[in-house]
């Protein structure tokens, strides 16, 4: 198929420009000229060309639960989002710590899939934090790197073990970084919100500490460790100076970290509970500025689908988490891009390019060579985020009914439509 989209404004996250240019297509790749005439003509005047968008850390719930999500459903909502690349964590019904599921997860996304999957592997069995997993076995099949995510490595032995082994296979480990002494049994951050609303807090402290412990192990060993779904302030900064060092540390945040607050409990909205909490407002300014600077290579969206009776309850019994994948690039482009915080090209750096290079993938550009993974978004009419759109399974997400811009019109992966 040769695919010629003409009139475009294309957004490139390397050498960051956006220019109106047409983008060829063949076979599914991205080429410079095409072997013949197109077969198909997309007129994208008036709209933006992005490459595909890479979720760094999303959890697809399959296998085990799929009462709250599984692979089709995720990556359908996921492409309504304009993500062509999904991460997923481990922590499934059986774990991800072997390659039997590495291999299931790799083969269901490829056969009824809407988007690509990139599985990542358990650092313990189990997740139970005492015994490496089949590290290597799992790479053979594919993994992307390795987490206990959804819990932290509990000890320092065994993360440092986590990621010298992972080195050996040219894969990063992705820490979840709490400190469970301080964080376990709490709802909320701790502050003057949850002293208020009576529930226990997890202090910011819970994140900080494990942040500079997998912080210092990295720069011990002299070899990388990601940090995932940054929250507070003083993480940022521990991240800021140790790159300042020369310390291989990557780190994400999330959409809700920079456009919530703790305020957002204050009706004991569950769907306001999330595991890392919403911080302060002084936390979401230093976040953005962590955004600004480079401290926070990446956007991950932690898309944590839950079923509603999971939810509708109270909010000390409910779980962690919402559902992220269709709200993410409108939420980046409407708080970051629009009060100039960042470019486009940079948001789309940090939605793709970056994830892109931190899984040693080849997509994440317009670009001939490059996999045909590509948006077209309409950047200028604003619409109401609608909950009952979604094609996830679950509908847990605070912000139904927020106005934003950014709207995804169309998804191509592999060259192929598979959002319109
Ligand atoms: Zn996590």
Redesign the pocket.
């Known amino acids: 198929m040769k695919i010629k989209i003409s009139g475009g404004m294309v957004v490139n996250p390397i050498t960051m420009t956006e220019e109106q240019r047409d983008v060829l297509i063949e076979n599914g790749m991205f080429v410079d000229d095409l072997s013949g005439q197109p077969e198909q003509i997309i007129d994208a005047t008036g709209l933006t060309v992005m490459p595909g968008l890479i979720d760094p850390?999303t959890h697809l719930r399959d296998p085990g639960f799929e009462y709250r999500e599984d692979i089709v459903s995720g990556t359908k909502a996921a492409v309504r989002g304009g993500i062509t690349a999904v991460a997923c964590?481990p922590n499934t019904k059986p774990v991800i710590d072997n390659p039997t599921i590495v291999r299931y997860i790799k083969d269901k996304a490829a056969a009824e899939g809407f988007c690509k999957v990139l599985p990542v592997g358990a650092v313990s069995k189990n997740q139970d934090g005492k015994e490496l997993a089949e590290i290597g076995l799992m790479a053979e099949q594919g993994i992307v790197a390795i987490?206990d995510?959804?819990?932290p490595v509990l000890t320092a032995d065994l993360m440092k073990k986590a990621i010298q082994y992972a080195a050996q296979f040219n894969l990063v480990v992705i820490s979840?970084c709490?400190e469970t002494t301080l964080a376990d049994g709490g709802h909320m951050n701790e502050g003057i919100v949850s002293l208020e609303m009576g529930l226990k807090g997890i202090p910011t402290i819970a994140e900080d500490i494990m942040a500079a412990r997998d912080i210092l192990i990295a720069e011990y060993l002299g070899l990388p460790v990601h940090l995932?779904?940054l929250s507070t302030a003083g993480s940022i900064e521990l991240v800021r100076q140790a790159k300042a060092r020369g310390v291989q540390v990557t780190c994400e945040t999330c959409p809700h970290y920079f456009t919530l607050t703790e305020e957002a409990c204050r009706d004991f909205n569950t769907n306001a509970k999330m595991?890392?909490p919403l911080r302060t407002q002084m936390d979401v300014d230093a976040i953005i500025c962590g955004l600004k600077d480079g401290t926070i290579d990446m956007i991950g969206t932690?898309h944590a689908p839950h079923h509603a009776d999971e939810k509708q309850i109270e909010f000390g019994l409910a779980n962690n988490g919402i559902i992220g994948f269709e709200s993410s690039f409108a939420l980046g482009y409407t708080y970051l891009v629009l009060p100039g915080h960042l470019t486009l090209p940079q948001l789309v750096a940090k939605m793709s390019t970056r994830p892109a290079e931190l899984f040693h993938q080849k997509m994440g550009r317009i670009e001939a060579g490059y996999p045909a993974d590509l948006v077209l978004v309409d950047l200028k009419k604003p619409f109401s985020f609608d909950k009952h759109a979604s094609a996830s399974k679950a509908r847990n997400t605070p912000f139904h009914g927020w106005m934003l811009h950014g709207l995804i019109k169309k998804t191509f992966c592999d060259g192929k439509v598979v959002f319109e």
């Open positions: 850390h964590m987490s995510d959804g819990k979840h709490e995932a779904h595991n890392p932690d």
